[in-house]
């Protein structure tokens, strides 16, 4: 017994290691409103990065971008109170602890929560951000895989003003933001 | 003349004519000829395929690369603004709770 238990702590820092499957989220949104499901990674990730403008500010988050793993974004909107189940979040935050990625905030309000992950490396430079938000009508999880820390991720995605994509569509497919049947919102 | 020597002399073999060689000869060369127009013509139709495949393939590779890029660019934008926001009620929830237990 002592054994399996020692194969079992083993084996969860190797798990670890495999990656998330995001896919076992899915069901978090089996009653939701809108969906928005974003997985980028590898080549898809370089290639998002290369169709970025020029500019200044492009440059800074191609830069960026290019140390990164993968970015994965999970959104779901409900319509009442109480159409998700918060425990099937748990995987998630069992796998998080099993990579070490310390939680570094944690706010509760009005059974809202939100929580923040921070992965950091041998270096103590910042490995990855995962995000948590449980709110009544609206779960988000975020999870970047990379050098990455919170001031560029606020730095980025804030001061930046990163424009809305549907403005710079040239009538093509666009973000997976889509409907509770799958279907995408063009 | 009786039946049996009409006969004889209708089956009796004959010498070819002296140019029924040569005429034979001229006329496959012929044939030759017609046989390499429909090769060539053949090989021009499948060398005209092979350009038009050329010239489209690569365009529709980039096309498809292109949209792909446009797609993938648009969710990367997405993604950051859901982080953004998240981020930015979470600095909110913070700054309250903060207050509240000041």
Redesign the interface.
């Known amino acids: 017994m002592k054994g399996f238990w020692l194969l079992f702590a083993l084996a969860l820092p190797l798990a670890a290691q495999q990656g998330f499957d995001f896919k076992s989220l899915d069901k978090l949104g089996a009653n939701a409103k809108d969906v928005t499901n974003i997985t980028l990674e590898g080549d898809n990730l370089k290639l998002a990065s290369n169709f970025l403008g020029n500019d200044k500010n492009n440059q800074s988050l191609k830069s960026l971008v290019a140390n990164l793993k993968g970015i994965y974004v999970r959104s779901w909107e409900f319509e009442r109170d109480g159409m998700y189940n918060a425990a099937d979040l748990e995987p998630f935050r069992a796998y998080l602890r099993a990579a070490q990625w310390p939680k570094i905030v944690e706010v509760k309000e009005d059974g809202e929560l939100s929580e923040i992950f921070l992965k950091s490396d041998d270096a103590g430079k910042s490995g990855g951000v995962a995000i948590i938000s449980a709110e009544r009508r609206e779960l988000t999880i975020v999870y970047i895989d990379g050098p990455i820390s919170l001031a560029d991720v606020a730095k980025l995605s804030g001061s930046l003003d990163i424009p809305n994509p549907d403005v710079l569509k040239h009538g093509t497919g666009g973000a997976s933001k889509s409907n509770a049947n799958g279907k995408k919102d063009e | 003349m009786n039946i049996e020597d009409r006969l004889r002399e209708a089956l009796e073999r004959e010498p070819a004519p002296a140019d029924f060689k040569r005429k034979v000869m001229q006329a496959l060369p012929a044939k030759k000829n017609l046989s390499i127009f429909w090769w060539n013509r053949r090989l021009s139709l499948a060398l005209a395929l092979a350009v038009i495949v050329a010239a489209v393939v690569p365009t529709v590779i980039v096309e498809n690369?292109h949209?792909?890029?446009?797609?993938?660019?648009?969710?990367?934008?997405?993604?950051?603004?859901?982080?953004?926001?998240?981020?930015?009620?979470?600095k909110q929830?913070?700054h309250?709770?903060t207050r509240r237990s000041s």
Request: aromatic letters at 0%; hydrophobic letters at 40%; glycine letters at 4%.
């Open positions: 690369r949209r792909r890029g446009i797609a993938a660019r648009d969710q990367l934008l997405t993604a950051l603004r859901v982080t953004n926001t998240t981020l930015r009620r979470t929830m913070i309250k709770n």
